[in-house]
């Protein structure tokens, strides 16, 4: 029983991790939460189901389709995110803390809205190109589609790693989360890195929004509104612009939710309020959330 | 006024004013290739502004910078970078939670081309070009005799140690200009020497430089011409003996009675 719960919380805890990690990237570098994180992860399953239905043929079927949804899913968010940093943040960025936030807000609800009046206002079935068996592991019955998720989401996760630990762009990054304006007189191409970050981090959630596509089998245009919200409290949770935090708060978010869920009566329904009190305990203790430093007064 | 090359920093005319401040007025300089020049002059005299758009943290509000004959003034910073001018600080900024050798590294950034396909392709020409900056940079950490605390996050560095990083951190853009902002700052005699020593060999390997300072000993031991800033204006320049026997240098530094 504890075993087949905590294997859907990993489930669940990988797509929150995964969506995390797009709100604390570029929280780490521009110190702003992108709100339109959860409709650009939308477009992701969006963009996987049009090129599902409108491209079959070359779409295929089995792993190559699955690589197929991955591949448009995440090329469509990255750039859709880069589009919009582009056009709705850079200009603002100068301005005020608070206006490029407002702006986010504001693309959230034309994307949400583009989707709902050209789209589709319904549920709109999503494709599963893996064969969906089940298999026994340590007493816990696991399907395929769950190894399918966790596999995707822990690979992409070590790829970012790779990435910003170990490539000249990731350096880059870390630099100029350090403190851009030294990055800049260091050489480093700001704006640039931060269309990088934009694009690695909408990836990232457009994958997420395929995964979450295939867990539900439907998308709607406003699938990503609670992913999205619970995935921001992640990376609080874990301490924002932390890359680790943001993982580890995915985690734990999807466990106490499936533990809600699996060991208190109607959990079900409690499940959301557990989750949230336990997030504004943790807050209270940690304001920076679990791996967040102190924030450091900049003279 | 003339020095040993041709001139390879020219400032005409330049301001930067601050609403009605004006920080930087009228400033007018050369900078010749192989010097070793120093800024000097009372607080608030405006040479750390002055650096500010030299390097375009400030755009500047009039006037020409020429490096090699171009115009860089109001270029973004990465660009100025690019075309061979880097900086250290008056307060040290390194990258605190990355290591020494990553600061470093960081600071080949203009230098280097790969970009997005090479690093997620593994490509043969990103991996070279990714260890060749690795050994570059412990050659530079090596140059400021840093080679042993390479994978010290910089933040734990002691403090004379970080100031050597940032120039190692400076020197990897390969620049022809390295601008010091006050290097010795809150540095002991022993640390000082060591700064002198090191501007010398940065010298040595054809980086002209261009450093803010306050140590007069260290002024008079370094620079082959010396500014004098006050209020904002250059009021005096040459080499550093006939520069602390000028009358306007002397008033400015201890007021027209002192004088």
Known sequence: MLAQQILNALTLGAIYSLIALGYTLVYGILAMINFAHSEVLMLGAFTALGL?????????????????????????????NVVVERFAYRPLRAVSRLAPLISAIGVSIVLQNGVFLWISTQ?????????????????????????????????????????????????????????????GLMGIDADRVIAVTFFVGGALGGAAGVLYGMNYGSIKYNLGFLPGAKAF???????IGNIRGAVLGGFILGLLEVLACGYIPDGAQWRDVIAFTVLIVVLLVRPSGLLGEKMAEKV | MTGPGPALLEVRDLAQHFGGLKAVDSVNLSIHEGEIV????????????????????????????????????????????????????????????????????????SRTSQFLLGPLLRTRAYRE??????????????????????????????????????VARALASEPKLLILD????????TECS???????????????????EHQMRVVMDISDRVFVFDYGVKIAEGKPRQVVADARVIEAYLGREGA
């Open chain 1, 123 to 183: 549920s709109l079935s999503f494709p599963r190109p893996v064969v969906i068996g089940q298999i026994s592991l340590f007493g816990a019955s696991v399907s395929s589609l769950q190894l399918v998720i966790l596999g995707a989401a822990l690979g992409l996760m070590g790829l970012l790693h790779f990435f910003v630990e170990s490539t000249k762009m990731g350096k880059a990054m870390r630099a100029c989360a350090d403190d851009i304006s030294t990055a």
């Open chain 2, 129 to 166: 070009e990714e260890s060749a900056v690795e050994s570059l940079a412990k050659e530079f950490l090596d140059f400021v005799g840093l080679r042993a605390l390479g994978n010290e996050l910089a933040k734990n560095l002691p403090y004379g140690a970080q100031r050597k990083l940032e």
């Open chain 2, 38 to 109: 120093s800024v000097i002059g009372p607080n608030g005299a405006g040479k750390t502004t002055f650096f500010n758009v030299l390097t375009g943290v400030y755009p500047g509000t009039r006037g020409d910078i020429l490096f090699e004959g171009r115009p860089i003034r109001g270029l973004p910073s990465h660009d100025i970078v690019a075309r061979g001018v880097a900086r250290t600080f008056q307060n040290i900024r390194l990258f605190s939670c990355m290591t020494a050798l990553e600061n470093v590294m960081v600071g080949r950034h």
């Open chain 1, 52 to 80: 599902a239905t409108f491209a079959p043929a070359a779409f295929g079927s089995g792993p190559s389709a699955l690589a197929a949804m991955f591949v448009a899913g995440m090329a469509a968010a990255g750039l859709v």
């Open chain 1, 233 to 239: 409290t992640a990376a609080v949770l874990g301490g």
């Open chain 2, 182 to 189: 006050e290097p010795t700052a809150g540095m002991n005699q």
């Open chain 2, 194 to 212: 060591d700064l002198v020593a090191l501007a010398r060999r940065v010298r040595e390997r054809g980086v002209t430089v261009l450093l803010i």
